[in-house]
């Protein structure tokens, strides 16, 4: 069975793990990459010092071959990569074209598309014979109508690139792949990926017509760090008042849960007790209903909603909040079967179905890349 390798690299670090077929063999991640770095694998964390991430990426491989999944034993090796723009709009072996492509996309994420393409290099120097291949995080959202991803901008602003894209696509499209084994595809899907990162997907017929996300991972819901949805003079009366490097950092690192509660971490909110992580966890429920309003619109109806990743899988209280405000859909939920974590979270007499889905990004890239090598293409 092939084995094929999982890489999902940002600007400081790298997660990584093995899958053989659809199971996950072997994960870790290099940390603190230029800092004070380390190495986990299979749970177990090491010191180590990593400059680059070409030195973090021999370390990945080190560590693999150690545990017994060395580049030689590899089929391939699949990387998550954040933005492809307009052009990508499905998973692809990596030659200097599609580098070239990737390496264009940088400007529209700075933050993840750098780190992307150096573990891509790194990769490719120190195991040259293993093929690459890419999904990107907005290729779901390609075929959105222009009505909903042109900025109501002059077209030479357009030209700049500057239009929504929509991220979380590759959890959205194992997403509708995992719906579809379950039985009929729902015709009009909300699909709510709710972690660190938020966002909300209106699926018409298993293809995304509207998310939150736009030009970058910031729009949208409140989350982590990221304020969501901000006026843009807002956003300009912060650039004047402390550079645009500065309101970046406040807009993407400092706002979100965190600006709100005092904690990016929606448990840790959850257990603190006070009036601010109480409304910090209302503002993220209060947001999620109020864009899931417009997500319906977009499908003209809604005959199921999906709930994943992070919050979305574990936190009853963050479901039961957004259900509730749903409830003028006609969905009616069991309560007793959110308490309880279950699957299927919708009563029998309610119009709306409603389900927790497993996030499970990492299995849908490793078999988007097979399925391209398959393909020959």
Sequence with gaps: M????????????IKFAVFLGADQVISGIA???????SLKVAGHRQPMDLPDHQAAIAACLAA?????????????????????????????????????GIEACVPLAPLHNPGNLAAIRALAVLAPDLPQFASFDTSFHVGQPEVATRYAVPGHVEALGIRRYGFHGISYASLVQAMAARGPLPRRLLALHLGNGASLCAILDGRSVATTMGYSPLEGLTM???SGGIDGNAVLRLAELHGVDGAGRILNHESGLLGL???SDMQALGQAGTAQA???????????????????????????????????ENDAGIRLEIMAGLAFTGLVMDAAANAAGREKLHDPKSLVAAWVVPAAEEAWIAAEALA???KGI
């Excluded at 390798?5 to 670090?13: E, K, P, Q, R, T």
């Excluded at 940390?31 to 770095?37: K, L, Q, R, T």
């Excluded at 150690?66 to 998973?91: D, K, M, N, W």
């Design 64 to 100: 693999l071959e150690q545990a017994g999944h060395g580049p030689a034993g590899l089929t391939a090796a699949a990387h998550r990569v954040v933005h492809g723009g307009a052009e990508f709009a499905a998973p692809c072996r990596i030659d200097a074209t599609v580098l070239a």
């Design 261 to 263: 509660g005092g904690a």
């Design 224 to 226: 982590g760090t990221r």
């Design 31 to 37: 940390a603190e990459i230029g800092g004070a770095s």
């Design 2 to 13: 092939r084995k094929v390798l999982v890489i999902n690299a940002g600007s400081s670090s």
């Design 372 to 374: 391209v090598m398959d």
């Design 278 to 312: 109480a409304f910090a966890r209302t503002h993220f429920t209060y947001w999620a209903v109020r864009h899931a309003g417009s997500m319906i619109a977009a499908m003209g109806g809604i005959d199921a909603l999906v709930f994943t990743a992070g919050i979305g």
